[in-house]
C-alpha cells in the first residue's frame, strides 16, 4: 500500500504530523506504551480518552473520505479537525526545537496557522482514495500526567498497523500531543526535517516560515 505512514496518520487520524505531534522531550520509541495489563486511566468524566480518538477517526472518515469533495473544502475540513482534536500551540513549539524561544506569542500563533495549512495541504488529499480500511480502538492507560491510546488500523491485505494516541488535558478537555505509528512518532519526524531548513539557513526561523509560506501559496 501506498504512502504508509502519511496515509495511516491521516486514516488513523493525522495520521499527524501531524503527522504532527508532541513528547514533550521523550523519544520517539518512548511515545509508544508497552503491551501488557496497565491501568486504565480515568479523566474528566465528560471525556473518555478511547472515545475522544474513535470520534475524532468517525469525524475524519466523515468530513473527508471520498473523491466528491473538492480540495480546498477537503483542506478546510482538516484544519478544522486539527483544531478541535490537536493542542496546536504545543505542537508547533515542539516542530520547532529551540528555535520557538526566538519568536514572539503572535509569531508563534502565526506560524501555527500556517503548519495546519501545510499539513493539510500534503495529508488531507490522502482521504480521495480511502478503500475502507478498518480503524480499531483498544484501551487507554496512564502515565504520570499523559494519556496513552491503543489503536489499529487494520487492513485486508497486511498485517495491522499500531497507532498509539498521546493526549494531555489542557483546561478540563483533551487534546493530542503525540502520535506514534510503530513506535515511531510523527512529531519528532517533522521536527528533524523543519531543524534541518532552519540550521541550513543559519539558524532563523523566517527561512522556515518563507518555505511553508511558498508551498501554501501564503503571503
Same mark, same amino acid.
Given at each position: +500500500? ?5 496515509? !495511516?496518520?491521516? #486514516?488513523?487520524? +493525522? +495520521? #499527524?504530523?501531524?503527522?504532527? #505531534? @508532541? %513528547?514533550?522531550?521523550? /523519544? *520517539?520509541?518512548?511515545?509508544?506504551? %508497552? /503491551? ?5 486511566? &480515568? ?6 480518552? /478511547?472515545?475522544?480518538? =474513535?470520534?475524532?477517526?468517525? $469525524?475524519?472518515?466523515? &468530513? ?11 483542506? $478546510? ?14 505542537? *508547533?513549539? !515542539?516542530?520547532?526545537? =529551540? ?20 499539513? *493539510? ?5 490522502? !482521504?480521495?482514495?480511502?478503500?475502507? &480500511?478498518?480503524?480499531? @480502538?483498544?484501551?487507554? /492507560? $496512564? ?10 488500523? @487494520? ?10 494516541? =498521546? ?14 505509528? $510503530? ?12 531543524? *534541518? ?7 532563523? @526561523?523566517?527561512?522556515?516560515?518563507? +518555505? ?8
Amino acid at each position: +500500500m501506498k504512502h504508509l505512514h502519511g496515509r !495511516f496518520l491521516i #486514516a488513523g487520524l +493525522m +495520521m #499527524a504530523s501531524a503527522a504532527v #505531534a @508532541v %513528547p514533550f522531550g521523550h /523519544s *520517539a520509541q518512548a511515545a509508544a506504551q %508497552p /503491551s501488557g495489563k496497565q491501568s486504565v486511566m &480515568e479523566v474528566a468524566a465528560t471525556q473518555d480518552p /478511547s472515545d475522544f480518538i =474513535r470520534g475524532l477517526g468517525d $469525524e475524519a472518515i466523515s &468530513e473527508l473520505a471520498g473523491d466528491k469533495i473538492d480540495d480546498s473544502s477537503r483542506q $478546510e475540513r482538516f484544519v478544522n479537525l486539527m483544531d478541535k482534536y490537536f493542542k496546536m500551540d504545543q505542537v *508547533a513549539r !515542539f516542530v520547532l526545537g =529551540r528555535y520557538w524561544r526566538n519568536l514572539s506569542d503572535q509569531e508563534l500563533t502565526n506560524f501555527a496557522d500556517l503548519l495546519q495549512k501545510y499539513l *493539510a495541504l500534503n495529508y488531507a488529499s490522502k !482521504f480521495k482514495d480511502f478503500d475502507g &480500511e478498518k480503524f480499531v @480502538v483498544g484501551d487507554s /492507560s $496512564e502515565n504520570k500526567k499523559d494519556i496513552f491510546v491503543n489503536s489499529q488500523v @487494520v487492513r485486508p491485505d497486511g498485517p495491522p498497523v499500531k497507532i498509539v494516541w =498521546r493526549l494531555r488535558e489542557f483546561d478540563g478537555s483533551l487534546r493530542i500531543i503525540d502520535v506514534s505509528i $510503530e513506535g515511531i512518532s510523527m512529531g519528532i519526524t517533522q521536527r528533524d526535517e523543519f531543524a *534541518a531548513v532552519i540550521q541550513n539557513n543559519g539558524g532563523k @526561523v523566517q527561512a522556515l516560515t518563507d +518555505m511553508l509560506k511558498k508551498k501554501t501559496g501564503g503571503n
